[in-house]
């Protein structure tokens, strides 16, 4: 809970969290730990027609530039390609160079912009299995 408020500052309780998953399917929560700390996260669901939704993600500011971005990925795409997913689909705002650049590293076509309800510009993104 604690390193998702301090990466994307939404202020989401952890029951609203809970519900938000109670209705997905297929939820897939990966977590990095060094020392017993949870420094790492990458969450993703199912988001129909045999692709997949990495939806949110991210690394203590202590804990980046080691890997574990790169590591969780990794493991969220062999799950989903065991699955049998077809594609992964994922968002970031323009302004996420690393997060975009990760994902480019690793097989990601950008396919689309938006503009959210805040005037941010998004990225979206897909990588097909």
């Given at each position: 809970m604690q390193l998702n408020e301090v990466t994307f500052g939404f202020n989401e309780t952890a029951e609203k969290l809970a519900h938000f998953f109670s209705t997905r399917s297929q939820v897939l929560i990966c977590l990095a730990f060094m020392n017993g700390e949870l420094v790492g996260y990458k969450v993703g669901m199912e988001d129909g027609d045999g692709h997949f939704e990495s939806w949110r993600g991210g690394v203590a500011d202590h804990a980046r530039r080691i890997g574990i971005a790169q590591g969780l990925m990794r493991l969220q795409h062999e799950w989903c390609a065991e699955q049998g997913f077809r594609s992964i689909r994922t968002s970031t705002t323009n302004n996420n160079a690393p997060m975009l650049i990760l994902n480019l590293r690793n097989g990601f076509e950008v396919v689309?912009?938006?503009?959210?309800?805040?005037?941010?510009?998004?990225?979206?993104?897909?990588k097909w299995l």
């Amino acid at each position: 809970m604690q390193l998702n408020e301090v990466t994307f500052g939404f202020n989401e309780t952890a029951e609203k969290l809970a519900h938000f998953f109670s209705t997905r399917s297929q939820v897939l929560i990966c977590l990095a730990f060094m020392n017993g700390e949870l420094v790492g996260y990458k969450v993703g669901m199912e988001d129909g027609d045999g692709h997949f939704e990495s939806w949110r993600g991210g690394v203590a500011d202590h804990a980046r530039r080691i890997g574990i971005a790169q590591g969780l990925m990794r493991l969220q795409h062999e799950w989903c390609a065991e699955q049998g997913f077809r594609s992964i689909r994922t968002s970031t705002t323009n302004n996420n160079a690393p997060m975009l650049i990760l994902n480019l590293r690793n097989g990601f076509e950008v396919v689309g912009t938006e503009i959210t309800r805040n005037q941010q510009l998004k990225v979206l993104q897909e990588k097909w299995l």
